[in-house]
């Protein structure tokens, strides 16, 4: 006897044999960015199959040294996965999730569409490892088979929050992060880029996403035909924050604002202390797995310098008033994060699906 309602994907997973992996929105960048890492982290795939809407089927694409097509979400084709990835918008995972769900596979949400769905807790693997070593052990899900990917900005601060208070608690925590176009799909890419071309050749500039001027600016808000607004995903990080550190943080003062960057997150965290702190204690405490803090004032971190890296860029100075006030730069590549805290959510299913069996 199994729990679950697919004993055929419970016997393939619970022999810890090769899984069959689907990831859906293949075409979209955190789709792309979610097959090479996929591949990269060797993960233990029997073969992945690349699925999206109408406009990108038949993309040629590759996995591994072998050429493949992008395929339409269909039953057929999801028939047999393991564990199906959604990478695409949110009313295309909604749309789509439940025949994932009724082929028995496990579902991996990158879209944050199942936040409201029965199981869809949104899971942090990195922040549940740190609370682990905390002493904070995780609740039981043996019959979890839905994971909501947190949002990689609440990522980034839960790692820097829940280490620095190692060397004391925060008296009070305030955040600036600026949010890339990527976070938005090519959509946000294209638009920026024809923004940016549009404006040296004084041309009327694209304004379907962001409907401002992004290019040259900063934004705190956006248009009014925007959406969805920078004020709720400024309350997604924050709630995606306080569930993955089980409230044992002190949630920052958050102020989001759209930057005329294409990638990467950076983020301006001013944290004071109750007690007497030096910044070679905070350095030591931030780092460690997943966080490298620069020693060298040409190693300071940057949207650019983070691309590509798996790891949260940190440089830490005091306040130039604030005796016991610090501050933390930092980068983080948005969607490289997102895709590794997937494939973590992922293997973590797939053991506790294994460990749910019932002999």
């Given at each position: 006897?199994?729990?679950?309602?697919?004993?055929?994907?419970?016997?393939?997973?619970?022999a810890?044999?090769?899984?069959?992996?689907?990831?859906?929105?293949?075409?979209?960048?955190?789709?792309?960015?979610?097959?090479?890492?996929?591949?990269?982290?060797?993960?233990?795939?029997?073969?992945i199959?690349?699925?999206?809407?109408?406009?990108?089927?038949?993309?040629?694409?590759?996995?591994?040294?072998?050429?493949?097509?992008?395929?339409?979400?269909?039953?057929?084709?999801?028939?047999?996965?393991?564990?199906?990835?959604?990478?695409?918008?949110?009313?295309?995972?909604?749309?789509?999730?439940?025949?994932?769900?009724?082929?028995?596979?496990?579902?991996?949400?990158?879209s944050?569409?199942?936040?409201?769905?029965?199981?869809?807790?949104?899971?942090?693997?990195?922040?549940?490892?740190?609370?682990?070593?905390?002493?904070?052990?995780?609740?039981?899900?043996?019959?979890?088979?839905?994971?909501?990917?947190?949002?990689?900005?609440?990522?980034?601060?839960?790692?820097?929050?829940?280490?620095?208070?190692?060397?004391?608690?925060?008296?009070?925590?305030?955040?600036s992060?600026?949010?890339?176009?990527?976070?938005?799909?090519?959509?946000?890419?294209?638009?920026l880029?024809?923004?940016?071309?549009?404006?040296?050749?004084?041309?009327?500039?694209?304004?379907?996403?962001?409907d401002?001027?992004?290019?040259?600016?900063?934004?705190?808000?956006?248009?009014?035909?925007?959406?969805?607004?920078?004020?709720?995903?400024?309350?997604?990080?924050?709630?995606?924050?306080?569930?993955?550190?089980?409230?044992?943080?002190?949630?920052?003062?958050?102020?989001?604002?759209?930057a005329?960057?294409?990638?990467?997150?950076?983020f301006?965290?001013?944290?004071?202390?109750?007690?007497?702190?030096t910044?070679?204690?905070?350095?030591?405490?931030?780092?460690?797995?997943?966080?490298?803090?620069?020693?060298?004032?040409?190693?300071?971190?940057?949207?650019?310098?983070?691309?590509?890296?798996?790891?949260?860029?940190?440089?830490?100075?005091?306040?130039?008033?604030?005796?016991?006030?610090?501050?933390?730069?930092?980068a983080?590549?948005?969607?490289?994060i997102?895709?590794?805290?997937?494939?973590?959510?992922?293997?973590?299913?797939?053991r506790?699906?294994?460990?749910?069996?019932v002999?």
């Amino acid at each position: 006897m199994t729990h679950g309602n697919h004993p055929a994907t419970q016997e393939r997973i619970a022999a810890r044999e090769a899984y069959r992996v689907a990831i859906v929105g293949a075409a979209t960048l955190k789709g792309k960015e979610l097959k090479e890492v996929v591949e990269d982290r060797n993960f233990p795939a029997l073969d992945i199959r690349l699925l999206d809407d109408e406009e990108s089927l038949g993309q040629l694409d590759s996995v591994g040294d072998e050429a493949t097509f992008i395929q339409s979400v269909l039953p057929e084709n999801l028939q047999g996965a393991d564990i199906v990835f959604f990478a695409s918008d949110e009313s295309f995972t909604r749309k789509n999730w439940h025949l994932a769900k009724k082929a028995g596979a496990l579902v991996v949400d990158l879209s944050y569409a199942l936040e409201g769905e029965p199981g869809g807790a949104v899971r942090a693997p990195w922040i549940e490892r740190e609370l682990q070593l905390e002493g904070v052990l995780p609740a039981p899900q043996l019959d979890a088979t839905l994971a909501v990917v947190a949002h990689p900005a609440a990522v980034a601060l839960a790692l820097l929050l829940l280490r620095a208070q190692k060397v004391g608690a925060p008296l009070r925590a305030v955040c600036s992060a600026f949010e890339p176009a990527s976070e938005h799909g090519r959509r946000g890419m294209d638009e920026l880029h024809g923004q940016t071309v549009n404006l040296l050749s004084f041309q009327q500039l694209p304004t379907e996403v962001f409907d401002a001027q992004l290019a040259f600016n900063l934004l705190a808000r956006y248009g009014e035909k925007s959406a969805p607004a920078l004020e709720s995903v400024e309350r997604r990080i924050l709630g995606h924050l306080q569930s993955i550190t089980e409230g044992r943080v002190v949630l920052p003062a958050l102020a989001l604002a759209q930057a005329p960057i294409f990638h990467g997150y950076v983020f301006s965290l001013y944290l004071e202390f109750e007690q007497a702190v030096t910044a070679a204690h905070l350095a030591h405490a931030l780092s460690g797995d997943h966080v490298n803090v620069a020693r060298l004032p040409e190693d300071s971190p940057s949207n650019v310098s983070a691309a590509g890296q798996d790891e949260v860029l940190v440089e830490v100075r005091r306040d130039s008033r604030h005796e016991r006030g610090f501050w933390v730069w930092a980068a983080a590549d948005n969607l490289r994060i997102t895709a590794l805290t997937a494939v973590d959510c992922a293997a973590a299913l797939a053991r506790m699906r294994s460990k749910g069996r019932v002999q």
